[in-house]
């Protein structure tokens, strides 16, 4: 499943398949990003982040994208869990203090 | 060990009263935040403090006003409340050195109803 254009506030995915959550940056000067998972009832849980000297990086089940150029950032989980199932944010870092989060996409998994 | 743990989880309050949230962090960070998240998930932040000094001010009534008496601590206390303060607040804490720039680690939030 895919979160396509801009951002989609919701994203309904098999168990099982790859899902992809799409995310628009706005300050072109950022130079740090970093996804959050916040699950109901939680505050965020970091995922993972990325630096602006990359364009991609990967943890486990998860990989970040980055095209400056666009200004987009994504967020692929592989073989989605029912754990997976959370809002999930991308933040961009203004200064070294401050991070800005975008609206939220909310991932449910289908069994 | 809870790294960042803020009380209470709940407040339910009447309009006008005056509230306190507490965070504290056992990470060693040295920087602490507070964010506020409304009920479209939409997550803002409102201050932050590094070295118990404040940095980040957003455009918040001056009705709150946050305190951190130590670099493990930041309380936000909020006067006169008003319907719509009820929202989730996060408090937060990072480390600005290091690999490791601003990933910021979130408490569980504390619900804020206001009646």
């Known amino acids: 499943g895919e979160s396509v254009g801009l951002h989609l506030p919701t994203l309904s995915v098999q168990e099982g398949d790859n899902s992809i959550i799409n995310c628009a940056y706005s300050?072109?000067?950022?130079?740090?990003f970093i996804w959050y998972k916040q699950e109901s009832g939680k505050g965020p849980q970091f995922i993972i982040d990325?630096?602006?000297?990359?364009d991609k990086r990967q943890g486990q089940r998860v990989t970040v994208l980055l095209n400056k150029t666009v200004k987009h950032l994504s967020l692929q989980i592989a073989a989605t869990q029912p754990g997976d199932s959370a809002v999930y944010f991308c933040?961009?870092?203004?200064?070294?203090?401050?991070?800005?989060f975008g609206a939220g996409t909310t991932v449910t998994v289908r069994a | 060990d809870t790294a960042v743990s803020q009380t209470p989880k709940y407040l339910v309050t009447q309009m006008g009263n005056d509230k306190s949230i507490k965070c504290e962090q056992n990470?060693?960070?040295?920087?602490m935040y507070w964010y506020k998240q409304d009920s479209k998930k939409f997550l803002k932040i409102m201050f932050s403090?590094?070295?118990?000094?404040?940095?980040i001010n957003e455009t918040v009534p001056n009705r709150f006003s946050p305190k951190s008496p130590d670099k493990a601590h930041l309380n936000l206390h909020i006067n006169s409340l008003e319907l719509g303060d009820s929202a989730v607040y996060f408090c937060a804490s990072s480390h600005q050195y290091g690999n490791s720039k601003n990933i910021q680690y979130f408490g569980a939030g504390t619900r804020l109803s206001v009646l």
């Open positions: 933040a961009e870092n203004d200064n070294d203090y401050k991070l800005s």
């Open positions: 403090y590094n070295n118990k000094e404040l940095i």
């Open positions: 990470l060693g960070h040295d920087t």
């Open positions: 990325i630096r602006s000297n990359m």
């Open positions: 300050n072109s000067a950022s130079d740090y």
